[in-house]
């Protein structure tokens, strides 16, 4: 697509719509200390995933991960199968996620397999870099013994570095990051700490007595900073060196490590990886060495440092998960992606109930929870629901 003397060249991406793609697997099954770094990374306080006696004493008899948790147990933060194809002179950024469960949990021991195919695109002229492609791929998560554990769609931007760098959209450059005084900070903690009282029973409400209208329990994260981005990082376990394989079945062509168009320093060396694993390591090398790089952050567009949408659809998903309690469950889940969270700010996350039904899809009673996540300034961030099942 072209728009005055900017073209997007999609021409190598459209031989992978509807092919399966992306042949990569973890070697381990988790362990309750994956699901810990998790949730701490996430700064998800429910003990249900990190205190043992507590997890001991609840329905699951254990340590058990928050559904959340499946993003980290796939390769690429979930939204490789939506960047396949080469585009020159681009980069990616992540915007947004729907996801489907199917009610088995994940549990410590666990080890998920993936089907991920290219669901194809669409081109929409944006004012972040003019021609912009808004990429789908699919991930169908499994566990060993074959049981269906969630299946998501990953929506990707592929995007022009050199016109988003121009716009300047995200001019975060000439902004640095806010300051907190230690008032604010206070009420930051206050905020934080009131939303972890408010669940810490893990008593479900009852779906017969929930409103529409009914507020949740309102949330923050942050100040975010180089530090929460680059735990957040190591929270996928992808991230930890050595524990993924390429495993391509015979006879199949897998573009997963074909050149996506990316600028050299944005781009992993899986042959220098195999001397130094820092080349496959997605804080020093690779497409997402920006998020904690300010320099590379501002080559591509950003400004500077920025977060992980998949930790944003996290924060969505473990906070309708801690008011809908131990007896809740998500079905379904989809967020948007309006910006990153930059370094310095916080996000608020409020939510609302937004809908009831006695009878579902799911066969149980649910109800339906927006989300919005917003800065200190009020800017929306990210826009959410989720379709959440509860007792009676």
Same mark, same amino acid.
């Given at each position: ?56 004493? #609840?329905? *699951?008899?254990? &340590? ?26 681009? !980069?990616? &950024? ?16 666990? $080890? ?8 194809? @695109? ?28 969630? $299946? ?6 592929? @995007?022009?570095? +050199? +016109? ?16 907190? #005084?230690?008032? +604010?900070?206070?009420?930051?903690? $206050? ?44 929270? !996928? ?29 944005? #781009? ?6 195999? &001397?130094?694993?820092? !080349? ?11 998020? &904690? ?12 440092? @920025? ?14 998960? @801690? ?9 379904? #889940? ?27 899809? *799911? ?30």
């Amino acid at each position: 697509m072209a728009e005055g003397d900017v073209t997007l060249d999609t021409s190598d991406v459209d031989k992978w719509v509807g092919k399966p793609v992306i042949f990569a697997e973890f070697y381990d099954p988790c362990n309750a200390t994956d699901i810990r770094r998790w949730v701490q990374a996430m700064d998800y306080a429910n003990p249900l995933h990190w205190d043992e006696q507590y997890a001991r004493a #609840s329905r *699951f008899g254990g &340590i058990v991960a928050p559904q959340s948790f499946t993003v980290a147990m796939d390769y690429g933060h979930g939204c490789h199968p939506s960047c396949v194809g080469k585009i020159p002179g681009s !980069h990616l &950024i992540f915007a947004g996620e729907e996801w489907w469960f199917y009610g088995t949990p994940v549990r410590p021991g666990d $080890k998920l397999t993936q089907e991920r195919s290219f669901a194809g @695109y669409k081109i929409a002229d944006t004012s972040f870099a003019g021609p912009t492609m808004f990429a789908d791929g699919d991930t169908v998560h499994r566990n060993q013994h074959g049981a269906l554990v969630a $299946k998501e769609r990953a929506t990707s931007i592929r @995007y022009l570095v +050199e +016109e988003a760098a121009k716009r300047k959209v995200y001019d975060k450059g000439n902004v640095p990051p806010k300051l907190w #005084s230690r008032s +604010e900070l206070e009420e930051v903690a $206050k905020v934080r700490l009131d939303w972890i009282r408010a669940g810490r029973s893990g008593v479900s409400p009852l779906w017969s007595e929930v409103k529409v209208g009914d507020p949740l329990p309102r949330r923050v994260i942050g100040p975010h900073s180089r530090v929460t981005f680059a735990l957040e990082c190591r929270a !996928h376990r992808q991230n930890i060196w050595g524990t993924w394989r390429w495993n391509v079945p015979e006879g199949v062509y897998d573009p997963a490590t074909e050149d996506a168009g990316f600028a050299d320093d944005m #781009s992993y060396d899986f042959e220098a990886r195999k &001397i130094d694993p820092r !080349h496959g390591d997605g804080l020093f090398h690779g497409p997402s060495s920006g998020h &904690i790089n300010a320099e590379k952050g501002e080559k591509v567009g950003m400004g500077g440092v @920025y977060g992980y949408g998949s930790s944003m659809n996290a924060w969505h998903l473990d906070t309708v998960a @801690y008011w809908a309690g131990v007896d809740g469950f998500i079905w379904h #889940s989809k967020t948007q992606f309006r910006s990153p969270a930059f370094e310095g700010d916080v996000t608020y996350v409020d939510a609302t109930v937004v809908d009831k039904q006695e009878t579902s899809a *799911f066969g149980l009673p649910v109800v339906t929870v927006e989300t919005r996540m917003t800065t200190q300034e009020g800017a929306t961030i990210l826009k959410g629901t989720a379709t959440v099942s509860l007792p009676r």
